[in-house]
């Protein structure tokens, strides 16, 4: 995109530097209030620091007037300073918009409500008028409550004599109205849940940072990319789409990638997913999709799941849909972990630079840990045996001090570029491909704490599309359109209100000051009698930005008002063939057994058909493949809405999940050894002590937990089965393997674990229990089997090391066979 030199742009690269503030007259000041941003610790018992001492004693000096004013005419020295609107003139035309105007004033009592703020309780405070301060602002730690050694209360501060019995006339008397603390208590109680959201109900979330790598001014002046080495704070959730709050994590189904940046310059929400790229072109589509993919409206099920009439029965007769359909039908659809998971901005967005240059860019997170997915049938084993598989995951890993990792990565282009695209680069069905745009890494986001309490934090948290800062700007996206009202329009009815900006973590670090008064729960008590701008009274504070402030890129626009789409958008299949075309065979098998088992799952016949004729429209094997599996014949084509020669994209490698192993080896892989009385205890320490060594997660699985000879089990075979394991050693003890052999649940253990093309080492007479299981030496083609490791006791750190090797690949995907060979 060209440069739009002509508009007098500049966005503010720090907003703690002054403006230069118009004054309507010379002696009216630049106000005073704005740089000194916040002192939390007033607020805080804490020592303070010598700097907030300072200002607070200067303060308190200021706060005593030298002679007290009328209190009806407080504001007038200030307003005697503006005769006039001296802005006005400056808001016609298409300008920069000047900064407001702004005065100070020595005498606090100017500014306050009420002339007896001075007057000190320890509930009004210490007399100290809090001018130019937020103090919602500031760290959560001053929120952040404890109770150790605090004797129970009521909400109103009533210590609590007894909490085992209620009122009542007479021990077996009837329980009494006026009992205040039972009523409290169960009046709280009943209200402690609040709506779930529409979508993306069931999610986790962690705090961390994003850590710039070098700064890009040249590109945006967004303040996370303002210096190499700057972090800013995050808090990121992960989620689901379709099922309900309590709904398993490994359903297959989008994953929400929401990360909120708490910068400088106020709160940067980037809500992506894990795909990208989305269903539908046009946010008018969006209760439709989510209405057909939501449990069936007559009988309420299913619950999270897409494999049913009503979404099958949309997306056939949606064919812009097909692309997202073959990401979603993809492994991508049941990541191992949220860890594991790629993310993106899904849309075109635009990045700004001080000078008003604009570029389009999309945005991806690539995780540090590799993009790993589990198989289908693990998936739906896991909902039973830990449907909390992904939240647990994540929480653990950040316990254990795994902090995951991600780098964000670019895409930058001109609206040159785009303009020769063979896509629409506002349609977000279309991914710009890496061999047509390359990705620039510019820094990386770490997640390293949990958060304290899950509802006050990952449930209350209010991500919206629309939270954006200087230097980040939307395109044209009509879906983005639609995202950028819905958001905090959902979330006035889930937080109770409007003013869920004020919940501790939902508020910026970045100082808040407007007129927005009122509304439910408000938090804030804001000082003086001006709640509107222009004012004089309140010294014009908070004043009109300027140009340090937000401003909309000014995109031309000339076109009629209509509702319609551009033409490109009708081009559905292109890139659905580009993303079949390049992944691994193992992959499109996975796919095509997604697509069965969905269209299965659906019991109108007619719709099957239907979606057969779409996917013959990407590549004639895949549709049969997915016939074959259905007992049906592959149906003619649907008829393409594009009437132009489809697009022929070379196959786009990075498009396989295959293709990004990770570069952190076993870290937070987690290994079962199976043990029974007789089992070899110091192999086990060995085995333990090597692989903990390196970064996996050992748990002894036995037949039972508590003490299994001399060694401690952590999981029974019933509680920790082999789907929430990513490998699994059988170490060396006859006894032990005769044992094992003839437990049902440890030859299943193994067999899952091979048919999951999960690593196996058996160590001596360990392999005894492979043998029970009846598992092939060797890869359907005769090829040794690379995830297979057995060894003599003597071997052992030989095997290790193949053994290693084998999990930091993941899966040996080589070894699946349809159907299963055990
Ligand atoms: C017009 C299309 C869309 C609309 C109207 C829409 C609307 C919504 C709504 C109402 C919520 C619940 C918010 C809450 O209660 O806090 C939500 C959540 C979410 N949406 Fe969208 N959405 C749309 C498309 C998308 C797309 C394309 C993406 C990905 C790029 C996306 C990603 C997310 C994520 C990640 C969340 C969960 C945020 C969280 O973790 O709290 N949405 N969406």
Redesign the pocket.
Known sequence: MSARSATPWACAASSSTPPTNASPNPAATTCARAPARRCWSRWRPATPSPSCLARASTERESAVPTSKPDPAKRGAALAAQFPYNVNKVAEHGAGVPPAGAASNTSDPLQTASTASESAVSPKVGDGVPPQGVNPNNGPLDRVRTDSGGQVLSTNQGVAVADNQNSLKAGLRGPALLEDFILREKITHFDHERIPE????AR?S?AHGYFECYKELSALTCAAPFAAAGKRTPVFV?F?TVAGERGSTDTARDVR???VKFYSDQGNWDL???NIPV?FIQD?MK?PDLVHAVKPEPHNAMPQAASAHDTFWDFVSLMPESMHMLMWVMSDRAIPRSYRTMQG????TFRLVNAHGQSQFVKFHWQPKQGTHSLVWDEAVRISGADPDFHRRDLWEAIEQGEYPEWELALQVFSEEDAAEFPFDVLD?TKIVPEEMVPLQVVGRLVLDRNPDNFFAETEQ???C?AHIIPGIDFSNDP?LA??IH??VD??IS?LGGPNFHELPINAPLAPVHNNQRDGMHRQAIHRGRVAYEPNSLGGGCPFQAGRMGFMSFPQPVEEDKVRGKPELFAEHYAQARLFWHSQTPAEQMHIAHAFSFELSKVQVPAIRERTLAMLVNVDAALADMVALRLGTLVPDPQPMAYAGELPAYPPSPSLSLLSRPGASGIHGRKVAILVAPGVDEVMVATLQAELEGQGAVTRLVGPHVGMVGGLEADMSLETGPAVVFDAVVVPDGEVAADDLSGNALAVEFVTLQYRHCKPLMVVGAGAGLLAAAGIPATLPDGAPDPGLVGSTPADLPAALAAFVQALASHRVFARETDPPRV
């Open positions: 959201r529409i979508v993306h999610g979330a959730r989620s929400g990638f929401a809500v992506g997913n989305f946010a969006f993106f901005g899904v849309h977000p948290v209010a991500f599309a879906l639609g995202r819905s958001y959902t979330q889930r």
